[in-house]
């Protein structure tokens, strides 16, 4: 009998298959981590990885599904990597986005270094800070007037010749360090595996980017190499179209005279020169359209939609009706509103979910037989490790025990908060100025105050702000939910797994960062020296500014309003809206907007925003869920052509600047 080969090969073994997808996830991290600091610090090029998108992670996974797993798919398919392994390496390339930028790197070595200078020259700051018993080794000089801070210094100048990085002075601050922040990851990865069951299955939330992300990695169709999205025409015309777009005005700013531009702003405030229109914020005088937000609004409710752009309108009224007929006007009116959401928000998300909380609290105490309930119960106890482990720290640094339950509280819900808000938008919410705890730690009585308790209080709001600007616990969410049919037990896995790219990122990316600091004192053109300025003085507007109100005895008040007030009445508001969103579907007002009133990043997306909801109304009322369906495709291209203009015009500026020439930055996200 002659037998005949089969001309389907035998699937590889699945850990085989896992183990692979593994080392292809561990090198889009390495590329991650080496690119995007040189990028963002040493080129002072845009960010690459410093928004939910994470266009270095989305473009990585560009190329592995276009490039290398279509080569597979046509010429070696038993080596191709399937939508689950896919979903492996897109998950851990997106956790790797979160250390390198502005999720914490950016900003922690250089502030490190910055306060031991400035310690050394400030009689009076270095008072302030003999009241917190600091542990040596959370610097990686010793921190005193007068003391000699010669790593500090290399850091944010330049190695002279000769010199060797050093190393070991960073081995105290990696360890005491992680002792922190190890803690806080586990338990906002385990607050992820948590909540995800409950808002994608139960809540059945749109999670925007995720829509996106799962398009990528679909399976091809029989006989095909590419996903069903990549053979879609009008992806690749709306795709096209925007790159380019962003072609001309990149190439623009190398050539004025000699390439025309399509212009994607514009400037009305010749338009509203009389009052009180001259009164209304420049947001809305002078603004330009990202097509990734276009797209990005399209697969939002359109209640969110309509609550993002809408809120922006009525809070510029707000602002022009204060100034022009009830001056005078601060804007931390609006702060204190947001912060009053911040709380309402998170908290409105608990009572929703009561029922699914409840459920995994009785898992960690009881156990279970089925796959879920032992998820929940290894999620349940991760998440009270880590934050037991959180506390732990705080009380190593003399942290009072009770401001230590409020800091951690304060990181949960702020996690839940940002990842609520990613989930029904896709966008990012930025808190640059770290306002939030600094602010609320001023409004504590006095008598409660201790100079450890404000500094760390302070430091935190650092790290939940400006240092969490990528939340782990909604990347971690995206992640998981990259894979729609991974049992439980792979959900704890994979959010295994996750912990330990965070790990290794601490590790790797520090060292690229510090080897790139210690070797470059200034951005190759010259615009910015040290490389990261804004960073040098993080601690400054943070644990600092609180250190030296405690050890002067100063007590803030706000001269212009009343905080309480306008924080309880962003609560209040928040909670109406969501209390009527419950009850009637056809409220237009959600609460998550809230949070974005008087954010800058809000203020240069909401046209964008209002645009995608535009379209979506528009095709659904007159094309139907059919027509939207088929309209999937081309808002995507809208998004993956930034993306594409984006890669381009950053590997345009390093390869000249790797030639020694002159070179712009391309400005495409407001990042």
Same mark, same amino acid.
């Given at each position: 009998?002659?037998?005949?080969?089969?001309?389907?090969?035998?699937?590889?073994?699945?850990?085989?298959?896992?183990?692979?997808?593994?080392?292809?996830?561990?090198?889009?991290?390495?590329?991650?981590?080496?690119?995007?600091?040189?990028?963002?610090?040493?080129? $002072?090029?845009?960010?690459?990885?410093?928004?939910?998108?994470?266009?270095?992670?989305?473009?990585?996974?560009?190329?592995?599904?276009?490039?290398?797993?279509?080569?597979?798919?046509?010429?070696?398919?038993?080596? %191709?990597?399937?939508?689950?392994?896919?979903?492996?390496?897109? $998950?851990?390339?997106?956790?790797?986005?979160?250390?390198?930028?502005?999720?914490?790197?950016?900003?922690?070595?250089?502030?490190?270094?910055?306060?031991?200078?400035?310690?050394?020259?400030?009689?009076?700051?270095?008072?302030?800070?003999?009241?917190?018993?600091?542990?040596?080794?959370?610097?990686?000089?010793?921190?005193?007037?007068?003391?000699?801070?010669?790593?500090?210094?290399?850091?944010?100048?330049?190695?002279?010749?000769?010199?060797?990085?050093?190393?070991?002075?960073?081995?105290?601050?990696?360890?005491?360090?992680?002792?922190?922040? !190890?803690?806080?990851?586990?338990?906002?990865?385990?607050?992820?595996?948590?909540?995800?069951?409950?808002?994608?299955?139960?809540?059945?939330?749109?999670?925007?980017?995720?829509?996106?992300?799962?398009?990528?990695?679909?399976?091809?169709?029989?006989?095909?190499? !590419?996903?069903?999205?990549?053979?879609?025409?009008?992806?690749?015309?709306?795709?096209?179209?925007?790159?380019?777009?962003?072609?001309?005005?990149?190439?623009?700013?190398?050539?004025?005279? @000699?390439?025309?531009?399509?212009?994607?702003?514009?400037?009305?405030?010749?338009?509203?020169?009389?009052?009180?229109?001259?009164?209304?914020?420049?947001?809305?005088?002078?603004?330009?359209?990202?097509?990734?937000?276009?797209?990005?609004?399209?697969?939002?409710?359109?209640?969110?939609?309509?609550?993002?752009?809408?809120?922006?309108?009525?809070?510029?009224?707000?602002?022009?009706?204060?100034?022009?007929?009830?001056?005078?006007? %601060?804007?931390?009116?609006?702060?204190?509103?947001? #912060?009053?959401?911040?709380?309402?928000?998170?908290?409105?998300?608990?009572?929703? @979910?009561?029922?699914?909380?409840?459920?995994?609290?009785?898992?960690?105490?009881?156990?279970?037989?089925?796959?879920?309930?032992?998820?929940?119960?290894?999620?349940?106890?991760?998440?009270?490790?880590?934050?037991?482990?959180?506390?732990?720290?705080?009380?190593?640094?003399?942290?009072?025990?009770?401001?230590?339950?409020?800091?951690?509280?304060?990181?949960?819900? &702020?996690?839940?908060?940002?990842?609520?808000?990613?989930?029904?938008?896709?966008?990012?919410? #930025?808190?640059?100025?770290?306002? &939030?705890?600094?602010?609320?730690?001023?409004?504590?009585?006095?008598?409660?105050?201790?100079?450890?308790?404000?500094?760390?209080?302070?430091?935190?709001?650092?790290?939940?702000? %400006? $240092?969490?600007?990528?939340?782990?616990?909604?990347?971690?969410?995206?992640?998981? $939910?990259?894979?729609?049919?991974?049992?439980?037990?792979?959900?704890?896995?994979?959010?295994?797994?996750?912990?330990?790219?965070?790990?290794?990122?601490?590790?790797?990316?520090?060292?690229?960062?510090?080897?790139?600091?210690?070797?470059?004192?200034?951005?190759?053109?010259?615009?910015?020296?040290?490389?990261?300025?804004?960073?040098?003085?993080?601690?400054?507007?943070?644990?600092?500014?609180?250190?030296?109100?405690?050890?002067?005895?100063?007590?803030?008040?706000?001269?212009?309003?009343?905080?309480?007030?306008?924080?309880?009445?962003?609560?209040?508001?928040?909670?109406?809206?969501?209390?009527?969103?419950?009850?009637?579907?056809?409220?237009?007002?959600?609460?998550?907007?809230?949070?974005?009133?008087?954010?800058?990043?809000?203020?240069?997306?909401?046209?964008?925003?209002?645009?995608?909801? !535009?379209?979506?109304?528009?095709?659904?009322?007159?094309?139907?869920?059919?027509?939207?369906?088929?309209?999937?495709?081309?808002?995507?291209?809208?998004?993956?052509?930034?993306?594409?203009?984006?890669?381009?015009?950053? %590997?345009?500026?390093?390869?000249?600047?790797?030639?020694?020439?002159? &070179?712009?930055?391309?400005?495409?996200?407001?990042?």
């Amino acid at each position: 009998m002659v037998r005949v080969r089969s001309l389907h090969p035998k699937p590889e073994p699945r850990v085989k298959r896992t183990l692979t997808a593994i080392l292809v996830g561990l090198v889009g991290g390495v590329f991650i981590w080496t690119v995007a600091p040189y990028n963002n610090l040493i080129l $002072g090029n845009a960010y690459i990885s410093d928004d939910f998108l994470a266009p270095a992670a989305m473009f990585f996974m560009l190329v592995l599904v276009l490039g290398v797993n279509a080569f597979l798919h046509w010429r070696l398919p038993r080596f %191709s990597l399937d939508s689950r392994q896919l979903a492996l390496v897109f $998950g851990m390339v997106l956790v790797a986005s979160i250390v390198p930028g502005q999720g914490l790197l950016r900003d922690l070595p250089y502030s490190l270094a910055g306060s031991a200078v400035r310690v050394r020259g400030d009689r009076r700051l270095a008072d302030a800070y003999r009241l917190l018993r600091l542990r040596p080794t959370l610097f990686p000089d010793p921190v005193g007037y007068g003391r000699s801070t010669p790593a500090s210094d290399a850091l944010l100048s330049q190695l002279a010749p000769g010199e060797r990085i050093p190393w070991h002075a960073w081995l105290g601050p990696l360890f005491s360090w992680a002792g922190f922040l !190890l803690p806080w990851w586990l338990m906002m990865v385990a607050l992820a595996v948590i909540v995800l069951p409950q808002w994608r299955d139960r809540e059945r939330l749109p999670f925007p980017l995720l829509r996106v992300q799962q398009a990528l990695i679909e399976t091809p169709e029989a006989g095909t190499a !590419l996903p069903p999205l990549f053979r879609r025409r009008s992806f690749w015309v709306a795709a096209g179209l925007v790159f380019f777009l962003h072609l001309l005005a990149g190439a623009k700013q190398y050539f004025p005279a @000699g390439v025309p531009a399509i212009p994607l702003s514009w400037d009305l405030s010749r338009c509203f020169a009389e009052e009180p229109l001259v009164y209304l914020p420049g947001f809305i005088k002078f603004n330009r359209v990202h097509f990734v937000f276009v797209g990005i609004a399209f697969f939002m409710r359109k209640r969110v939609g309509f609550s993002i752009w809408a809120f922006q309108v009525l809070y510029a009224l707000y602002i022009m009706i204060k100034l022009a007929y009830f001056p005078p006007f %601060s804007y931390q009116v609006i702060a204190d509103q947001r #912060i009053g959401a911040f709380f309402a928000i998170p908290l409105g998300v608990l009572w929703l @979910g009561r029922a699914h909380f409840r459920g995994v609290f009785h898992c960690v105490l009881r156990g279970g037989r089925d796959e879920s309930a032992r998820r929940y119960r290894l999620a349940g106890l991760a998440f009270g490790a880590g934050c037991a482990g959180m506390f732990a720290w705080f009380l190593w640094v003399h942290v009072h025990p009770l401001w230590a339950a409020g800091l951690i509280a304060l990181s949960v819900l &702020y996690a839940l908060a940002v990842t609520r808000v990613v989930a029904e938008t896709g966008l990012t919410l #930025i808190a640059p100025d770290n306002y &939030y705890v600094v602010h609320l730690a001023r409004l504590i009585p006095k008598p409660l105050r201790t100079a450890a308790s404000m500094y760390f209080a302070g430091i935190i709001g650092f790290f939940i702000c %400006s $240092g969490n600007r990528l939340c782990t616990t909604t990347f971690v969410t995206h992640a998981l $939910g990259l894979d729609r049919t991974a049992p439980p037990r792979r959900h704890v896995r994979v959010a295994a797994l996750l912990l330990a790219v965070l790990a290794v990122s601490l590790v790797v990316c520090g060292a690229v960062h510090l080897y790139g600091s210690y070797h470059h004192s200034a951005t190759l053109d010259g615009r910015e020296s040290p490389i990261s300025p804004w960073a040098v003085s993080g601690f400054t507007r943070t644990g600092e500014r609180l250190l030296r109100d405690t050890a002067a005895g100063y007590v803030y008040r706000a001269a212009t309003h009343s905080d309480w007030r306008h924080i309880a009445f962003g609560a209040g508001l928040a909670a109406v809206c969501q209390i009527l969103c419950q009850i009637s579907p056809r409220w237009p007002l959600h609460p998550v907007a809230l949070l974005f009133a008087g954010n800058w990043y809000a203020h240069r997306v909401w046209v964008s925003v209002f645009l995608g909801w !535009l379209a979506k109304v528009l095709i659904l009322r007159y094309g139907g869920a059919r027509l939207y369906r088929r309209a999937q495709a081309t808002f995507i291209g809208l998004i993956l052509g930034e993306v594409f203009a984006m890669a381009f015009w950053t %590997s345009t500026t390093a390869f000249l600047a790797a030639c020694g020439r002159p &070179y712009q930055v391309v400005e495409i996200l407001p990042f």
